[in-house]
């Protein structure tokens, strides 16, 4: 199942910059692991924003949100996931 993720990164400015570092060097190698896998099949970056719109194709929900939780900068994150199915008129 397809599902189009929006991500809004907001790393606290109390947060010692040495976890954020550390924080954003996990990220990074957790989601390569993941479009190495195809689970993360598509990442953008939002222009002028510490943000990303990304496709996941995935098993299910349930799946999807573990994946997520996971991320280490989740709980810095705001998430809009919106599920997607194949429009009538595609090719």
Same mark, same amino acid.
């Given at each position: ?13 109390? /947060?010692? #910059?040495? #976890? &954020? %570092?550390? *924080? ?6 957790? @989601?390569?692991?993941?479009?190495? @896998?195809? $689970?993360? &099949?598509?990442?953008?970056? =939002?222009?002028?924003?510490? %943000?990303?719109? @990304?496709?996941?194709? =995935? $098993?299910?929900?349930?799946? /999807?949100?573990?994946?997520?939780? #996971?991320?280490? *900068? ?5 998430? !809009?996931? !919106?599920? /997607? &199915? !194949?429009?009538? @008129? &595609? =090719?």
């Amino acid at each position: 199942m397809l599902y189009l993720v929006h991500m809004v990164v907001n790393i606290p400015h109390d /947060l010692p #910059q040495e #976890q &954020a %570092a550390k *924080l954003i060097e996990e990220e990074k190698q957790y @989601s390569q692991e993941l479009q190495r @896998s195809g $689970k993360w &099949a598509h990442i953008w970056r =939002v222009v002028g924003e510490y %943000a990303n719109y @990304s496709v996941f194709d =995935v $098993k299910d929900n349930e799946e /999807l949100h573990e994946l997520l939780r #996971q991320l280490p *900068l989740f709980p810095y994150m705001d998430i !809009t996931v !919106t599920p /997607l &199915a !194949t429009h009538p @008129s &595609a =090719v």
